[in-house]
């Protein structure tokens, strides 16, 4: 043992052998890139300073880029109400392809942020309707799909029925037609899409 810890202690390290002439050292290299990294970029008045230090970043307001992401993704609560709901559910099938605008239908109030009122409201309909409007949570928008969810349409002159879901719940978007064929509908929808942007600041 004594032998073995003299041999460790009178040992002498190893001598690195030094990089051929003209051929620079990789540990130089790396700790000179790194020297140049760390220093400190020029200030130029006038410029902001994140466009000096990072270029290439693309600066937009908060608002805009929330309104975006809210107009492309819209989920509308699926139910209906009377002969509309038919139209409705031809819009939301392949033919029209929604999905290539971020309308995705969704089935519960508690996630969707669109409602479709298609189809007549009646009085005794009224409270359910607003029950499932007051279940959906903040922002959502409301569509109101044909004439008789508009003004009551052909029912007009009955006392059960609605004269206009407006009269419950605040709509944004009006489609006419009684009813109207899943291409009015789809405008309704790039309409909303399009009133969404413009009260991003709001």
Not at 22 to 36: K, L, Y
Not at 173 to 200: H, N, S, T
Request: with cysteine; net charge neutral; glycine share 8%.
């Amino acid at each position: 043992m004594a032998q073995i810890a003299s041999e460790v202690t009178t040992s002498t390290p190893e001598k690195v052998e030094s990089a051929p002439a003209g051929v620079p050292e990789r540990a130089q290299t790396g700790i000179e890139r790194e020297q140049e990294l760390l220093t400190p970029a020029p200030f130029t008045p006038g410029t902001p300073l994140y466009r000096q230090g990072l270029p290439g970043i693309m600066q937009m307001p908060v608002d805009l880029l929330l309104a975006g992401c809210r107009e492309s993704s819209l989920w509308p609560m699926t139910f209906g109400l009377a002969c509309c709901a038919v139209e409705m559910i031809a819009t939301f099938m392949p033919n029209h392809d929604l999905d290539r605008f971020g309308i995705v239908p969704w089935p519960s109030p508690r996630q969707s942020d669109v409602m479709i009122v298609s189809g007549t409201v009646t009085k005794k309909m009224a409270p359910a309707v607003k029950l499932l409007y007051e279940q959906m949570p903040n922002p959502k928008w409301v569509i109101s799909m044909g004439a008789c969810a508009t003004n009551g349409g052909p029912y007009t002159r009955y006392d059960r029925v609605l004269q206009g879901v407006d009269k419950i719940i605040p709509v944004d978007v009006y489609v006419p037609g009684c009813p109207p064929r899943p291409e009015a509908l789809l405008d309704g929808f790039l309409a909303l899409q399009k009133k969404i942007m413009e009260e991003r600041g709001r």
